[in-house]
């Protein structure tokens, strides 16, 4: 389904995020490139439904955002060959509303733990030499849009953090790139119609040429990224979005 990407056979990636979504989809897609996995979710239960699936993944349940928890993590993972960070949220609030409380529960989550994370790993030295790093950002870290300032604010940072990593860890040819899709069919989706309404949602999607995303076309793009197919790719930020900014 994913094509063929023998290097990461045996490979050692950290998948966040992993128990729902894009992050569910990363980690089968690997899964059946046979690299071994660690996953991390903070839902337990969905996350052993994801690590069922394959015998060679390893899950370790924590909240990213908690420093214990991530230094947990950080402390039981082998030295790895890759990291697709995927676990994220989206929560609409206009601007004039915008409080601490709702800045710290999106850039929390969205941003400070996945750099924090990545950090971490960086001063463990728990990345191998050549190590592949993806965010999956959107493109709403360009591209403005109501209710969108925190979730815009916190995928632009997460880009401009990728892009620091990109210099300061070339001579190690660790690499860092960043996804932006557009709308996917993942639980953001379901929550974003249910504020937004199935009728606003449904003429938003007809702008995709191609339609909306699946999980599994993030994966495809990650697949990439994690191999050795991207090995000269870094600091980059690919757009995936079923055509909607094609015509923009």
């Known amino acids: 389904m994913f094509g063929n990407y023998a290097d990461l056979q045996g490979k050692m990636i950290l998948v966040t995020g992993a128990s729902s979504g894009i992050g569910a989809a990363v980690a089968l897609a690997l899964a059946e490139q046979g690299a071994r996995l660690v996953l991390t979710g903070r839902d337990k ?140 069919r993942t639980g953001i989706y379901d929550e974003t119609t249910r504020i937004y309404g199935e009728k606003l949602m449904a003429e938003h999607n007809n702008f995709y040429p191609l339609g909306i995303g699946e999980p599994e076309d993030v994966a495809s793009l990650a697949l990439f990224l994690l191999s050795r197919a991207s090995r000269w790719m870094t600091g980059a930020n690919i757009t995936l979005d079923g055509g909607l900014l094609a015509g923009k």
């Open 45 to 184: 239960s969905r996350l052993a439904l994801t690590a069922q699936r394959h015998p060679s993944i390893t899950r370790i349940a924590a909240d990213l955002c908690v420093a214990a928890e991530r230094n947990f993590l950080v402390d039981n993972t082998e030295a790895l060959d890759g990291i697709c960070h995927c676990a994220g949220i989206s929560a609409p609030f206009p601007v004039k509303f915008v409080r601490e409380k709702q800045q710290s529960q999106i850039m929390d989550i969205n941003f400070s733990a996945p750099s924090l994370l990545t950090s971490a790993l960086l001063y463990k030295k728990k990345l191998n030499v050549g190590a592949s790093i993806v965010f999956v950002s959107s493109i709403a870290s360009a591209f403005a849009y109501k209710g969108g300032a925190m979730y815009s604010a916190s995928k632009a940072a997460l880009e401009a953090y990728s892009r620091n990593i990109a210099i300061e860890h070339a001579s190690q040819r660790i690499r860092t790139n960043c996804i932006r899709p557009g709308i996917v």
